[in-house]
């Protein structure tokens, strides 16, 4: 679970920028941009981020704040698991990304998979939707988030890297390279494996 501060900090902020969407008044608009300052100043100050970096990174959100959704792609060989290796930090993680606008769950799946792995895969149906803040994700991030893990069946394709990947393997059970834990976490690729294994279970969430 989240440190209370981030949970407060980001819940302030979506009612800032919430908040600044609907305003009707300037006396309404200067009282959301106080409360935006107010979650800007707590996230530098317990998360030793330079305050500057944090409000570019809000400033650039504006409508209803919702939760932001990260799909993940799960895809088996011969009881391996498909991972790619980021270049950003050089650790693993399950081919995935932000949603873009206008995919569908699996359509983000099979996208990313290809972009970032080479490989062509057919989404078959959806393994999880987990909330970022409750599966020891690191390190704390400012946004509310929603993973979705869908499988996916290999189709055809070959290992290629991207500008975002810098290698991509399978990985047996026991073999599982060091991950990009912002990403992914060792539980989440054990659950995959159990479903892997028990494969008519219902989807998991939360």
Request: proline share 5%; glycine share 6%; charged share 25%.
């Amino acid at each position: 679970m989240d440190p209370k501060w981030l949970q407060w900090a980001r819940q302030i902020q979506a009612i800032a920028q919430t908040g600044l969407h609907f305003a009707s008044s300037q006396y309404d608009r200067e009282r959301y941009e106080q409360l935006q300052t107010i979650a800007i100043e707590i996230f530098g100050e317990c998360s030793d981020t330079d305050v500057s970096t944090i409000r570019a990174v809000f400033d650039r959100e504006h409508g209803y704040a919702t939760p932001k959704v990260d799909v993940r792609g799960v895809v088996f060989a011969e009881r391996k698991i498909l991972l790619v290796q980021e270049r950003s930090d050089g650790l693993w993680t399950l081919p995935g990304g932000w949603a873009d606008v206008n995919d569908s769950p699996s359509e983000a799946a099979e996208r990313e998979i290809r972009e970032e792995s080479g490989y062509i895969a057919k989404a078959d149906r959806l393994l999880a939707l987990f909330d970022r803040t409750k599966h020891s994700h690191l390190p704390a991030f400012p946004f509310h988030v929603y993973k979705l893990f869908i499988l996916c069946r290999l189709t055809g394709g070959e290992a290629k890297t991207s500008y975002e990947t810098s290698d991509v393997k399978f990985f047996s059970k026991d073999q599982i390279p060091p991950l990009s834990i912002s990403r992914v976490t060792p539980q989440q690729i054990q659950f995959c494996f159990n479903r892997l294994e028990n494969p008519h279970g219902p989807a998991a969430f939360d």
